[in-house]
C-alpha cells in the first residue's frame, strides 16, 4: 500500500515550471530517491510533500489521505534540511522536543521521547549532549540532531533534502549506511533527495531520476544503471562510453553497427528489441565491461584496437582513456586487484585491443 501517492502534481514559480505533471507512488516501508542535477525540480517535489510549497494543479495522498488544504505540520512527515535547520539559541533537547511541544505532548513525555530517540541515533551516550547547543556540536553530530527532531513525532513519512551534503566524504559514507540501517530498523517509508549517484544507489530501494521538473526514470539501482532509458540517464548514473551508429548488417544473431567515424560495433539484442538495418541507434557501454589484452592477442570478432592516452590511479581502481583507431574515446575501469586482464603493467602510448561482450552494449531512447 502507498503511503505516498502524487498525481500529475504541476508546480510553476512565475514562468519557471518546477515540477511537471508528476506522478509517483511511494510504498510502505520504502525508500525511494529523488535524484538529478540543481534545478531539475526534485527539491520543489519534496517540499510540496511536506506542504511548503502548494501546488498549481494535481493531487498529493499521505498514509491514503487528501493533502489538499493540510498545513505542513499537521502532515504527518519528518523532514530533514540540508543546512539541518536547528535553531541555534535552543540546546538539543529543546530542538528534539519542539515538534512534540507543539502538539501539547506532556512535559513527562516529552523527557522520555528525546531519550529514547537520542538512543536510537546513538547520541545518548555522549555526556551532557542534551544541553549543548548547535554551535558546540560536529557536522555528524547536527546531523544525527536534525534525524532525531524529525523521528521524535513518530512520522508516517521521512522526507530528507540531501542530507549529508555538508558531511566530509567518509563521514557521508558511515551516516550513508547508518541511515539505512535506522530506516530498516523503523520500517518508515522514506523519500530523499540528492545530486550524488553513489549515495541514491546505497541508499534507494527506487531512485526517480529527474530532469527538467519531470521522472526521466524511475527503478531499482539495478534498473537504472544497467538499463538507463536514455543518455541523459546513463550518463548521470555512472560513466558511460558513448557511440551513435547506423545498422549496417545483420551477424550471428545481432546486427553490426557502424558508427559515425566508421568504427564497427557488434550488438546483440533481447528479444524485446525490435530494429532493422538501416535505423541509427544510440548505445552506450560502462567502463568496467570493457577489458584489455595485449594487441592482435585475441580472436574476439570486432575487437578494437586503441592507443593508451592517459592513465589515472585511483588505489582500489584504474582509469584509462584511450583512442581507438577510428577515433573513437573508450575509457575502461579495471579493478587493481588483478587490473581486469592479463597483460601486465600498461603505459600511455600502448597499442591494446579492447574487448567486450556484444549483449553489454545498451541501446539508448533518442534524447
Request: with cysteine; aromatic share 6%.
Amino acid at each position: 500500500m502507498a503511503d505516498v501517492h502524487l498525481s500529475h502534481v504541476t508546480k510553476r514559480f512565475g514562468k519557471v515550471l518546477a515540477m511537471d505533471q508528476i506522478s509517483l507512488e511511494v510504498q510502505s516501508g520504502e525508500v525511494v530517491a529523488l535524484l538529478g542535477p540543481s534545478g531539475c525540480g526534485k527539491t520543489t517535489t519534496m517540499r510540496t510533500i511536506a506542504g511548503l510549497e502548494t501546488p498549481n494543479a494535481g493531487d498529493i495522498y499521505i498514509a491514503q489521505e487528501d493533502m489538499q488544504g493540510i498545513p505542513s505540520h499537521k502532515r504527518a512527515v519528518g523532514m530533514v534540511f540540508q543546512d539541518y535547520a536547528l535553531f541555534p539559541h535552543l540546546s538539543v533537547q529543546e530542538n528534539i522536543a519542539f515538534g512534540l511541544k507543539m502538539r501539547k505532548v506532556s512535559r513527562t513525555m516529552v523527557h522520555s521521547k528525546v531519550r529514547d530517540v537520542l538512543k536510537l541515533v546513538h547520541l545518548a551516550d555522549l555526556p551532557g549532549i542534551e544541553q549543548r547547543y548547535p554551535h558546540q556540536l560536529s557536522g555528524g553530530q547536527r546531523q544525527r540532531v536534525a534525524l532525531a527532531r524529525s523521528l521524535v513525532t513518530e512520522p508516517k513519512v521521512l522526507l530528507l533534502d540531501e542530507p549529508f551534503g555538508a558531511l566530509d566524504k567518509k563521514l557521508r559514507e558511515s551516516m550513508q549506511v547508518e541511515v539505512r540501517l535506522l530506516q530498516q530498523q523503523l520500517g518508515i517509508t522514506t523519500i530523499f533527495v540528492t545530486h550524488d549517484q553513489e549515495e541514491a544507489l546505497t541508499l534507494a530501494d527506487r531512485i526517480a531520476v529527474m530532469r527538467d521538473g519531470r521522472i526521466e526514470q524511475i527503478g531499482t539501482p539495478n534498473q537504472v544503471y544497467e538499463s538507463p532509458r536514455s543518455r541523459f540517464v546513463a550518463d548521470f548514473i555512472g560513466v558511460s562510453n558513448f557511440f551513435s551508429g547506423k545498422v549496417e548488417a545483420e551477424h550471428e544473431g545481432g546486427f553490426v553497427v557502424r558508427t559515425a567515424r566508421g568504427m564497427p560495433i557488434w550488438l546483440k539484442l533481447s528479444l524485446k528489441q525490435q530494429i532493422s538495418v538501416g535505423d541509427t541507434l544510440h548505445l552506450a557501454l560502462r567502463p568496467e565491461k570493457v577489458t584489455m589484452v595485449p594487441f592482435g592477442d585475441t580472436p574476439i570478432p570486432y575487437a578494437q584496437s586503441a592507443t593508451i592516452k592517459h592513465i589515472v590511479y585511483l588505489g582500489t581502481v584504474t582509469h584509462y582513456y584511450t583512442r581507438t583507431v577510428h577515433g573513437e574515446e573508450i575509457m575502461i575501469y579495471a579493478q587493481n586487484q588483478d587490473m581486469g586482464h592479463d597483460c601486465g603493467p600498461m603505459a600511455v602510448g600502448d597499442v591494446m585491443s579492447l574487448c567486450w561482450k556484444p549483449e553489454n552494449l545498451l541501446i539508448l531512447e533518442a534524447d
